[in-house]
C-alpha cells in the first residue's frame, strides 16, 4: 500500500508518521486491497486534525476525520471510526468489482459561498447602517463571495453503492453518475437517518 502524509500548520516529525502509518495499517484486516492511503495532519491553535483518504482497487474511497487536543488521540479516534464503518460494510464491500468503464466520471465542484460585508466606518465615524435599513435606503444588493472550493468527479455506481461509499467516506452528500443510463444523481443522509435520492433522469 503506498502511503503518504503530509503536514500542514505543523513541524513535520518522524515518530509521528511512524504512529500514523501504524495505525492505517490496521484498516489491512478487513480490506486487504487498498493501493493508496493519504493523511493529512494539521493543526490550528489547540485543535489537532487528521484527514484520511484510502484509496481502493475497485474504484470505491474510504475517509475519514477528527479533531482533537492532541494528534496521537485525533489519529487513534479516526481510525476507530474507519474500522467501524469498514466492518459494517465489508460484505459489501467485498462484492464491490472494479467500475465499469461504459459510464465515464464527470468532474464537478463544491464551493463554500459567504456574505461579502463592507466593514469600512461611515466619514463621520459611525458604523455602517444595518441591513435593513441599507435596504431602504436603496443600497446596492448584499454580496457573496467564494471561500473555499474543491473538485470531484462522479463516479459510475448504483444508489446502494452510493449509500455505502457516502457512508464510507463520512460525509452528507455524494454526486454520482448512474451505472444504468449515465444520468447525474445525488444520494443525501437526512436528519431522521433517512436518505435522500435527487435523480436527475427522473426529471426528462
Not at 460525509?171 to 435522500?196: H, I, P
Request: charged share 25%.
Amino acid at each position: 500500500m503506498q502511503f503518504s502524509v503530509t503536514f500542514r500548520h505543523m513541524e513535520p516529525t518522524d515518530s509521528l508518521k511512524a504512529y500514523a502509518r501504524e495505525r492505517m495499517e490496521r484498516i489491512r484486516k478487513y480490506l486487504p486491497d487498498p493501493i493508496a492511503c493519504h493523511v493529512v495532519l494539521s493543526t490550528e491553535r489547540h485543535t489537532h486534525r487528521i484527514d484520511v483518504n484510502f484509496q481502493l482497487h475497485n474504484g470505491l474511497t474510504i475517509a475519514g476525520h477528527e479533531a482533537t487536543e492532541n494528534m496521537y488521540s485525533s489519529i487513534d479516534l479516526c481510525i476507530a471510526k474507519i474500522e467501524r464503518q469498514v466492518r459494517k460494510y465489508k460484505g459489501k464491500l467485498e462484492e464491490q468489482k472494479v467500475r465499469p468503464h461504459n459510464v465515464e466520471v464527470l468532474p464537478w465542484s463544491h464551493s463554500i459561498v459567504s456574505e461579502a460585508f463592507e466593514q469600512a466606518d461611515e466619514p463621520d465615524g459611525s458604523s455602517p447602517p444595518s441591513s435593513s435599513a441599507a435596504e431602504h435606503a436603496g443600497a446596492p444588493p448584499l454580496e457573496f463571495q467564494v471561500v473555499k472550493t474543491e473538485k470531484f468527479h462522479a463516479q459510475p455506481m448504483s444508489v446502494a453503492d452510493a449509500i455505502v461509499q457516502l457512508n464510507l467516506q463520512q460525509e452528507t452528500f455524494l454526486v454520482f453518475r448512474s451505472q444504468a443510463d449515465g444520468s447525474v444523481a445525488v444520494v443525501y443522509r437526512r436528519d431522521d437517518g433517512s436518505y435522500g435520492l435527487i435523480d436527475t433522469a427522473q426529471a426528462n
